[in-house]
């Protein structure tokens, strides 16, 4: 850019200095002559200035329409702005100072009322189920080694019921549903988890068979 400049500096001065050398040409030593390009040329002036005149007015007129629109635009935000602000400082004011009387109405006494009824039926639920599959799936009386009766003496293995079984994938899938398995054990009864598994309440992993979930009923 800068060897651009200099060039043209250089074209300029030497046009500059052919100007300079050459010698202005008189049009005309007549005064009604020289009158009339004097008019002519005043009249290009005037065309010139009208014409700037007129495009500075439109312009003009541009930016004061642009201004009141902006000036509307301006008035319209600080009233939504108004707006905003009084209903935050309602909302604080509801918020920071609730009633004691709007918490204690009837809708208010009907949710606790529906609350505390559910609780209960989800305890007689549970205490139905635990009963039902204490007496109809109960474990096995000993676990006994058939195969080597001579064998040194192991502890018995504890099994787990049907209920706790359930209740130990319900409260996996409870807490952590992105990863409701369960990894099984010897303390998992084979035929229970079989039939868990025929009836279609529990799944295996696809890729390890030692590892359960529950089925996602809902």
């Known amino acids: 850019q800068l060897s651009l400049l200099m060039l043209r500096w250089k074209a300029l001065t030497v046009d500059c200095r052919q100007w300079q050398a ?3 040409e008189l049009i005309s030593t007549s005064p009604d002559v020289l009158l009339e390009l004097g008019k002519e040329e ?3 002036v005037k065309n ?3 014409m700037v005149l007129s495009a500075v007015q439109l312009k003009n007129k541009n930016l004061e329409e642009d201004l009141k629109r902006e000036q509307q635009w301006c008035e319209e935000q600080e009233q939504m702005l108004d707006t905003l602000n009084k209903t935050e400082e309602e909302t604080k004011t509801e918020v920071e100072q609730p009633s004691t009387k709007s918490l204690k109405t009837g809708g208010f006494d009907e949710l606790e ?5 559910v609780k209960t039926y989800k305890k007689e639920l549970l205490s ?3 009963e039902f599959l204490d007496e109809h799936f109960p474990l096995p009386e ?3 080694n058939t195969e080597n009766k001579n064998s040194s003496a192991k502890p018995a293995l504890r099994l787990i ?3 706790e079984i359930l209740e130990i994938l319900i409260n996996k899938f409870a807490t952590t549903p992105h990863e409701p398995y369960v990894t099984i054990n010897e303390s998992f009864w084979t035929p229970y988890i079989e039939l868990l598994l025929r009836c279609g309440i529990v799944l295996r992993h696809p890729r390890d068979p030692k ?8």
């Open 42 to 44: 005043l009249q290009k």
């Open 22 to 24: 050459r010698n202005p």
């Open 128 to 130: 139905a189920l635990g």
């Open 48 to 50: 010139d200035l009208e």
């Open 161 to 163: 019921t049907v209920q």
């Open 211 to 218: 590892r359960l979930r529950l089925e996602a009923f809902h």
């Open 113 to 117: 009322n529906k609350i505390m009824k």
């Open 142 to 144: 000993k676990v006994e």
